[in-house]
């Protein structure tokens, strides 16, 4: 990654930016991610076993526990100019704040939106953020998650369940603090 982006003439200051969010983003996300998606599939037994019968996918099932909880539910922003945005007056350089986790629920775009539903379509989701920042681990996300860590857990593990209180913390970086299970 280092190579990449110096030899495409990137500022050290944004390879560096790069780097830090690949080293937090990638281990912070994906760690909440897959613990938050088995314990949402452990406490929906229905839907869990879509997903094992094959009629729902893996990675449908990781979309949907990642539109419903936002693992990063709100990123800042820097206003670069002054910009009327309805009847919001925005100032240059003052701070914003989008909220992921909050258009990922948004009633008008998702039907019963405070529901964990793997049949849903998720396309229209924010999880992975939107436009020039769109997240740049979530092919290798989505792939590490939905195609090796969630099934082959589930496949390993064929009796795990939850085994106590699994607490969720944060709102910029959300997942389980703790997650008690058992398997045998
Ligand atoms: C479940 C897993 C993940 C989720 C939900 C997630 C989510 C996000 C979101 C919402 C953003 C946009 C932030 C913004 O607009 O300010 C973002 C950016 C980013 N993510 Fe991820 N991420 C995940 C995994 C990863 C992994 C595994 C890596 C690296 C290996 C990674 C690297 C990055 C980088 C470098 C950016 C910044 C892109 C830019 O600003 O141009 N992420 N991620």
Same mark, same amino acid.
């Given at each position: 990654?280092?190579?990449?982006?110096?030899?495409?003439?990137?500022?050290?200051?944004?390879?560096?930016?790069?780097?830090?969010?690949?080293?937090?983003?990638?281990?912070?996300?994906?760690?909440?991610?897959?613990?938050?998606?088995?314990?949402?599939?452990?406490?929906?037994?229905?839907?869990?076993?879509? +997903?094992?019968?094959?009629?729902?996918?893996?990675?449908?099932?990781?979309?949907?526990?990642? =539109?419903?909880?936002?693992?990063?539910?709100?990123?800042? =922003?820097?206003?670069?100019?002054?910009?009327?945005?309805?009847?919001?007056?925005?100032?240059?350089e003052s701070r914003v704040f989008l909220?992921?986790?909050?258009?990922? =629920?948004?009633?008008? +775009?998702?039907? =019963?939106?405070?529901? &964990?539903?793997?049949?849903?379509?998720?396309?229209?989701?924010?999880? &992975?953020?939107?436009?020039?920042?769109?997240?740049?681990?979530?092919?290798?996300?989505?792939?590490?998650?939905?195609? +090796?860590?969630?099934?082959?857990?589930?496949?390993?593990?064929?009796?795990?369940?939850?085994?106590?209180?699994?607490?969720f913390g944060g709102w910029a970086f959300?997942?389980? +603090?703790?997650?008690?299970?058992?398997?045998?």
């Amino acid at each position: 990654m280092l190579s990449v982006l110096t030899r495409a003439g990137q500022p050290l200051t944004s390879v560096r930016a790069n780097i830090k969010l690949a080293i937090s983003g990638g281990q912070n996300e994906p760690r909440d991610a897959i613990a938050g998606a088995t314990w949402a599939l452990l406490g929906h037994p229905d839907q869990l076993e879509r +997903v094992r019968n094959g009629s729902v996918s893996w990675l449908a099932a990781f979309e949907e526990y990642a =539109r419903w909880i936002s693992p990063i539910g709100m990123s800042p =922003r820097r206003v670069a100019r002054d910009f009327l945005w309805r009847d919001v007056d925005l100032q240059a350089e003052s701070r914003v704040f989008l909220m992921f986790g909050s258009a990922n =629920r948004d009633e008008d +775009v998702f039907d =019963r939106a405070d529901e &964990f539903d793997v049949t849903r379509n998720t396309s229209k989701a924010v999880s &992975f953020g939107a436009g020039p920042h769109f997240c740049a681990g979530a092919a290798a996300s989505r792939s590490l998650i939905a195609e +090796v860590a969630l099934p082959r857990l589930f496949d390993i593990l064929p009796k795990l369940r939850i085994n106590g209180d699994v607490p969720f913390g944060g709102w910029a970086f959300r997942g389980p +603090v703790s997650m008690p299970v058992a398997w045998g």
